[in-house]
């Protein structure tokens, strides 16, 4: 699972070079393309966000290395002694300090969001129960005429309520169009419901949520904090835009002093997961600029191409990588495969540094294949697997079959006689001893490997207990 936080990061990194660049650039993008691009960028640059998939490719790439400190390395000792841990009836887990920034990074994430949902639910029940539902004839004509004109079937709610600072679209399946207990005039009722009835059409809601699940699985990088409070504005920049599309001069006036009228009423803060109509006095002046302009905007379309391209490729050559030490680290995949439940690697003391010896390097490949086949074979010994253990042995076998028999833990194992294999021809025999200890037994004790080679690889044509 740590796996999964490090490509989180991977790409919180590559995205956040491709959000810096456009904040750089935020001001030439504002100026000649219109804000519903800019709208569409923070929402793909919010999926690439959420979305756990990295591109693997064969170039060089730019690698974050992450300390070995926080990964637990296992040594091996001197004369070949490779140490191994093979636990029979419990399972020790190794605790690294990776592990535990991804326990930290999914508690807060899962506690970011349930804040999030928490304060959402809480705050639509408070506007609805104290909320009234609309009965003017008026006003619904009003309503019913906009969602005529945005083509919008869906029902939705009408309710005043003093428990809204602004008009707001609240909820995702049963949304309700909330708006102040506060007198409107009939131009401002029409450009509120028009303008929140966008939000509906366009389900922004849902696209709030969104920049909200990226927030939280990124909570540590705060260029997605800025990133979510430039796609809000952007939000509402290209609804402004779709509520004037095609109306004169003088309509998209008389729509900026139905914002500015609501200037004179407080601005709060409202929930995160719903819409809201108008903002603090910096959003409402860019809002103005943007309404009143007269310059036709571009469409933003190569731009958006541009940015996918770019959040992919960056992708493609930043990448985490676990910083190699000097001393060797025993791979257990393998052994893990047949017996994750009681095989672990045991990296509790640590030899001195004189002691250490790079396996790879120096055994031989006749070597380092015996010393895999005593490792597989121990764990299925000790784990009483006769299947597997079959699998390593000549054929025929001349002796019995056992495995062990006792019941306790086994501690730390360690494969001796490895030095001494060189590259040996078809026929020789060679013996390994595997030293162990269990917390039954005060003495050490030896499980015998003997090896034969034979056409296919070497093969164990006898085993068995000595103490």
Not at 320 to 327: A, D, F, G, L, R
Not at 339 to 344: C, H, K, L, W
Request: some cysteine.
């Amino acid at each position: 699972m740590r796996n999964l936080f490090l490509i989180f990061f991977e790409i919180s990194v590559s995205a956040s070079v491709v959000i810096l660049l456009l904040l750089i650039l935020a001001p030439l993008l504002n100026r000649r393309y219109a804000a519903k691009w800019n709208y569409y960028i923070w929402i793909m640059l919010a999926l690439r966000l959420i979305i756990p998939f990295r591109f693997d490719l064969s170039f060089p790439r730019i690698e974050i290395a992450i300390p070995e400190q926080m990964t637990t390395p296992v040594t091996v000792n001197t004369e070949a002694v490779v140490p191994i841990v093979l636990q029979t009836e419990q399972n020790i887990a190794k605790v690294t300090l990776l592990d535990i920034i991804f326990v930290v990074w999914f508690v807060v994430c899962i506690g970011f969001l349930s804040v999030h949902i928490s304060c959402f639910l809480f705050y639509k029940w408070r506007v609805v129960k104290n909320g009234t539902y609309m009965k003017d004839s008026s006003i619904l004509m009003l309503l019913f005429q906009c969602k005529r004109e945005l083509k919008i079937k869906q029902r939705i709610a009408l309710i005043k309520s003093p428990n809204v600072e602004s008009p707001m679209i609240i909820g995702f399946f049963k949304p309700v169009l909330a708006i102040p207990d506060n007198e409107y005039r009939a131009e401002e009722i029409y450009f509120i419901l028009k303008h929140e009835l966008v939000h509906l059409k366009r389900q922004d809601t849902y696209i709030k949520f969104l920049f909200v699940t990226a927030n939280a699985l990124h909570w540590f990088n705060p260029v997605i904090y800025i990133m979510r409070k430039e796609a809000a504005i952007d939000m509402e920049l290209s609804c402004d835009e779709k509520v004037i599309q095609g109306t004169p001069y003088s309509v998209r006036k008389a729509y900026t002093e139905t914002l500015f009228s609501t200037l004179r009423r407080q601005y709060k803060k409202t929930s995160s997961l719903s819409t809201q109509f108008y903002g603090d006095k910096q959003i409402m002046k860019k809002r103005f600029k943007n309404i009143l302009t007269k310059s036709k905007k571009k469409s933003g379309l190569l731009i958006l191409i541009c940015v996918v391209a770019l959040t992919s490729f960056s992708g493609m050559v930043t990448g985490c990588s676990v910083k190699e030490s000097n001393t060797p680290e025993i791979q257990t995949e393998d052994l893990q495969k047949d017996s994750a439940d009681y095989t672990t690697i045991d990296a509790s003391t640590e030899p001195q540094q004189d002691d250490v010896l790079d396996i790879e390097n120096t055994l031989s490949a006749d070597g380092q294949e015996i010393k895999n086949i005593a490792e597989e074979f121990s764990t299925a010994y000790f784990s009483g697997d006769v299947n597997a253990i079959q699998t390593y042995l000549t054929v025929p076998y001349e002796w019995d079959m056992d495995v062990y028999t006792g019941t306790g833990i086994i501690g730390e194992i360690k494969l001796k006689g490895l030095a001494s294999v060189g590259e040996e021809e078809v026929g020789m025999i060679k013996v390994i001893s595997c030293e162990y200890k269990d917390n039954d037994s005060e003495s050490l004790q030896y499980l015998t490997l003997e090896f034969i080679k034979q056409e296919d690889g070497w093969k164990i044509q006898f085993y068995g207990i000595e103490g």
